[in-house]
């Protein structure tokens, strides 16, 4: 095992001699040429190779419809050149929010996502010109376990998970019935997505929430969406083989790192090894209907560590055994492996942030070596939503802008106020936040 580090590198040779020292081959490139160049998916244009993953701001109304924060942030990452915007988490019920801020898309406010998405491609045209388009995707999701709409709402889990810590009390379990109705809202949520003019729609699967904790209900075998393969992944088939003009995508955890039977993608021996044969059957078997995948691991609340590698842990938490370069090296070649496996879908890979001003070297390695479509960023893009055009202008990033790990905007999201960064970002600074 690895020893965990803070980030202290002031050059790149600096970078490479460690991941040398840690046995690690990380992709590099000295150009970041590759980053800027376009792709189509589905006939549409990307303009260019970084993602904006998403990232929660917290900061709808109560009945979902995106206020000022929302517009400010996503209007930052089109200004800033952005050729993919993925935008957060987006509930297709009330009961499945994580905070009573999350955004939630419904027929009444389905003009609200309209008129923010008409912001964005406004912004992204008035910098970059008429034919400027971002690429934008909707995620949807239902909070599942972690579901807290509000105060005294009485959540519900899926599958038994001892591994994987509960919200207080003894939880009831959504029943068949139940899903079949989340299922249906899902539907209706990918009709809304196209009728708000968005590129694409995320069907999530990955992080804990209900859909991702369907993939890992083995135990579960009293229930349609439990127990065998076919089963865990109905929801997911169901849903993304329902005809639809605007293309599917799907955020999808390629392994968890809590053993088998309580994680998936991983080993069926119990043992801590990564298996992706059920990763690769599902991709497969639903990439007729998806060509636009985004591949991330782990389990916030429990494992942060695996799929966003920092320095300091949420409110101090202890730092993990392992190195972060350790973290991002597993998820650049497990991306890898399964891109080389499926080459003709896109692909965006996870978790580069604590590369800081690196990222765009490593990124257009990894580029370069097909190990990944699209390069994602998401405490980046809270922090330096501008980087695209630092890139473009100078070449390389100024370290005095880049995230730093700090798992401040983690904290601003677990107290359930608007989540941004804490140390780039006036705004969501203490004082920041006083004025307004
Ligand atoms: C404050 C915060 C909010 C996030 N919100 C979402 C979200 O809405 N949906 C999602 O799939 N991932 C979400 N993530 C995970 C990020 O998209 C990303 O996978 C993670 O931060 C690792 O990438 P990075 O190293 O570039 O930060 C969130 C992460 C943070 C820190």
């Not at 939503?385 to 677990?414: H, Q, Y």
Request: with cysteine; net charge neutral; hydrophobic share 35%.
């Amino acid at each position: 095992m690895s020893k965990h580090e803070k980030f202290r590198f002031k050059s790149a040779d600096e970078l490479i001699a460690k991941t040398k020292e840690l046995g690690i081959n990380l992709p590099w490139s000295d150009s970041v040429e590759a980053l800027f160049q376009p792709t189509m998916i589905q006939g549409i244009k990307v303009p260019n190779r970084l993602t904006v993953q998403p990232m929660e701001g917290f900061d709808s109304d109560e009945t979902g419809i995106p206020l000022e924060l929302a517009y400010r942030r996503y209007g930052r990452y089109a200004a800033g050149g952005n050729g993919m915007i993925w935008f957060e988490a987006c509930s297709v019920v009330p009961d499945g929010r994580s905070n009573p801020h999350q955004f939630m898309i419904n027929p009444e406010n389905v003009q609200e996502y309209k008129k923010l998405n008409d912001h964005i491609r406004k912004t992204a045209a008035d910098a970059f010109g008429i034919d400027y388009r971002p690429f934008i995707v909707l995620q949807l999701t239902h909070s599942g376990r972690y579901s807290k709409p509000y105060k005294d709402y009485q959540y519900k889990i899926f599958s038994n998970n001892p591994v994987l810590e509960l919200q207080g009390g003894k939880p009831e379990f959504y029943s068949d019935a139940e899903i079949d109705e989340i299922k249906a809202a899902y539907i209706r949520a990918i009709g809304l997505a196209e009728e708000a003019g968005f590129d694409a729609v995320d069907v999530k699967a990955c992080h804990g929430y209900l859909l991702h904790e369907l993939l890992f209900a083995y135990d579960r075998t009293d229930s349609r969406y439990g127990g065998s393969f076919e089963n865990r992944t109905r929801f997911m088939r169901d849903v993304l083989s329902t005809p639809s003009k605007i293309i599917k995508a799907v955020r999808l955890n390629a392994f968890d790192l809590i053993p088998y039977p309580y994680g998936f993608g991983m080993n069926p021996d119990g043992s801590s090894a990564i298996d992706l044969t059920e990763i690769k059957k599902l991709i497969g078997e639903f990439s007729k209907w998806v060509p636009l995948w985004n591949i991330s691991a782990g389990i916030p609340r429990y494992n942060a560590f695996v799929g966003r590698p920092f320095d300091r842990g949420v409110f101090n938490a202890p730092v993990p055994e392992e190195h972060p370069l350790t973290g991002i090296d597993r998820m650049i070649r497990i991306t890898g492996e399964l891109q080389h496996e499926f080459p003709e879908l896109s692909i965006v890979g996870t978790g580069y942030s604590w590369l800081r001003q690196f990222y765009p070297n490593v990124g257009a390695g990894v580029l370069q070596e097909k190990k990944a479509t699209f390069i994602g960023l998401g405490r980046s893009s809270f922090a330096y939503p501008d980087a695209f055009n630092d890139l473009i202008k100078n070449g390389k990033l100024d370290p005095k802008k880049v995230c730093v790990s700090c798992s401040k905007c983690t904290e601003f999201m677990r107290l359930g106020v608007p989540s941004g960064c804490a140390v780039r970002d006036y705004r969501y600074s203490n004082k920041g936040r006083r004025e307004q």
